[in-house]
């Protein structure tokens, strides 16, 4: 079974740039999550998806971070305009159906 | 806010000795936890889940200890090999939100031969 793919793995952006991260989940997973890990920590929630509707995203920066799930396959993840702060690495997971969370490998950022 | 969170912040362990990783959790509703492995430029690796109505669950040389009482929780690995080298997150969910993880900071384990 395939696992959960992202692209791109790595970005390197200067400040106020736009970027996209996108994010393939593993087949039939109806609930896809957006993750930030900023580096020595764990992973902080953005956005959860289930099926193509948001159920949470209380922590998503909505000035500058958008996503969608227009199909309720695969997803974007969308920086506009991007800070300093907004290093990290970007990780998409996807449940079968809010159980257990399959992450894919994740997209490092750099905003320089 | 409530919290999930890690006693140590790194481990070291001699290959072939028994490793244990802590983690407290304050959220009394919690009721779903999962541990995760993340080796370095990896997305974190699903290790073993437990529910709130066990205390107990064995995996393949993991077992993870859930002590309600105190809001702890434990991943116990066996045996430990260079390979379980890796940050160890513990990740929670409450009964209100199910499918939202909130996870810890990490212990990172280094394992030496």
């Known amino acids: 079974e395939a696992g959960v793919a992202q692209s791109p793995r790595y970005k390197i952006i200067e400040k106020r740039q736009s970027v996209a991260f996108w994010c393939n989940p593993i087949?039939?997973?109806?609930?896809l999550y957006w993750y930030q890990q900023i580096l020595g920590q764990g992973p902080k929630l953005l956005i959860q998806?289930?099926?193509?509707?948001?159920?949470?995203d209380s922590q998503l920066p909505k000035d500058r971070f958008s996503a969608e799930r227009l199909k309720g396959v695969d997803s974007t993840l969308k920086i506009q305009p991007a800070k300093l702060e907004d290093s990290a690495v970007y990780l998409c997971?996807?449940?079968?159906?809010?159980?257990?969370?399959?992450f894919g490998p994740g997209t490092r950022l750099t905003v320089t | 806010g409530e919290s999930v969170g890690l006693h140590l912040p790194t481990l070291s362990v001699q290959e072939g000795d028994n490793s244990i990783i802590n983690c407290a959790y304050s959220n009394s509703a919690s009721d779903y936890f999962i541990w995760y492995k993340q080796e370095s430029g990896k997305g974190p690796q699903f290790i073993i889940d437990?529910?709130?109505?066990?205390d107990k669950r064995q995996g393949q040389r993991v077992t993870v200890l859930l002590n309600k009482t105190v809001k702890h929780l434990s991943l116990q690995i066996a045996a430990t090999q260079p390979g379980d080298s890796a940050v160890y997150f513990c990740a929670e969910n409450k009964a209100d939100s199910w499918g939202k993880f909130q996870f810890g900071a990490g212990t990172q384990v280094v394992v030496t031969p």
């Open positions: 437990i529910r709130s109505n066990m």
């Open positions: 087949s039939g997973h109806a609930t």
């Open positions: 997971a996807s449940s079968l159906d809010k159980t257990i969370p399959y």
């Open positions: 998806f289930q099926n193509n509707g948001v159920v949470d």
